[in-house]
């Protein structure tokens, strides 16, 4: 995982290619913010974060 802190979006980065997409912008972010992010990691119970 990569996040971006100038736009705050996180990349799942796989180093198959992923690293070279996301070093030239190809990449799309996987999660939209840092706080998408934290709510899929620690699931439901981070809802109310």
């Known amino acids: ?6 736009t705050e979006q996180v990349y799942d980065v796989d180093f198959e290619g ?3 997409l996301l ?3 190809g ?3 996987r ?3 840092f ?3 934290l709510r899929f990691f620690f699931g439901e119970a981070s809802a109310t974060v």
Not at 1 to 6: A, E, G, H, T
């Open 18 to 20: 992923g690293d070279a």
């Open 27 to 29: 990449l799309e972010s």
């Open 23 to 25: 070093k030239d912008g």
């Open 1 to 6: 995982m990569v996040y971006d802190v100038l």
């Open 31 to 33: 999660y939209s913010s």
């Open 35 to 37: 706080l998408e992010f």
